[in-house]
């Protein structure tokens, strides 16, 4: 399992959210923890999380207003409700809001563990696969890009996009494309993202022979010089 995948845990629960943090943590996620909705949703800007652990009722924001706010833009990240509201109207709404799993309190975090380990089985890749870029070396099962013996890590978008450019090396890959298999939707503000995580990309392939090129109004090409 690659192991940088990105989990915002929004609860305002603040000794039990502690726990379960560094419970998750211990599984090699990456948590991030809000203790409120508003908080939580401006946190989900700045991080772009690949999980949302999100309790229902909360100050300020609760979770199910989080959820619509989020999901106006981001019909990919995935939604887990965590939450003492049982009745059949709760659940009901909370997966008209395209809610992945809608988790009872209280609950054994192995359990968690388990349904997040199940949402994440699909990354599982060929522990094998390496792309050779230049003197780079890509291995989307770690996550990480080797260069002159540095390794650095990617996040689980940043892989993907990586993986979508090595895969059609020296083609054009249309941005709508990608927006459409990475984040679900091409609106501007997925575009918006897409383009920071592209510069992040730039940022990390620090071999000169690497270049990631902006093909105008088509979508980006990942070149290697000889």
């Known amino acids: 399992m ?3 995948i990105k989990i915002l845990l929004v609860d305002d629960d603040l000794k039990n959210s502690m726990l379960l943090k560094r419970f998750i943590e211990t599984e090699g996620y990456e948590v991030t923890y809000a203790n409120n ?4 949703l401006e946190t989900y800007k700045e991080i772009h999380p690949d999980l949302i ?3 229902i009722n909360m100050p300020e924001l609760d979770g199910f ?3 619509r706010i989020i999901r106006q833009t981001d019909k990919r990240v995935i939604i887990f409700f ?3 509201r049982t009745d059949k109207i709760d659940r009901l709404r ?3 809001l395209k809610g992945n799993d809608y988790i009872p309190k209280p609950f054994y975090p192995e359990e968690l563990i388990a ?4 949402r994440f089985e699909s990354r599982i890749i060929d522990q094998e696969m390496e792309y050779i870029l230049g003197n780079t070396s890509f291995r989307p099962n770690l996550a990480s890009v080797t260069y002159n013996g540095e390794t650095h890590s990617l996040s689980v978008r940043q892989t993907e996009i990586l993986q979508m450019l090595a895969e059609n090396l020296g083609k054009v890959v249309e941005r709508d494309h990608i927006l459409e298999q990475i984040w679900g939707d091409a609106n501007y503000s997925n575009t918006l993202a897409l383009n920071v995580q592209i510069t992040y990309l730039r940022r990390i392939l620090k071999d000169p022979s690497i270049s990631i090129t ?3 109004k088509k979508g980006y090409v990942l070149s290697i010089s000889a």
Request: no cysteine.
């Open 2 to 4: 690659m192991k940088a």
């Open 37 to 40: 909705g508003r908080i939580g």
């Open 53 to 55: 652990l999100l309790d």
């Open 65 to 67: 207003e989080t959820a």
């Open 82 to 84: 965590l939450t003492d």
């Open 94 to 96: 909370g997966f008209s």
């Open 115 to 118: 349904k997040i380990n199940e």
């Open 214 to 216: 902006n093909i105008k």
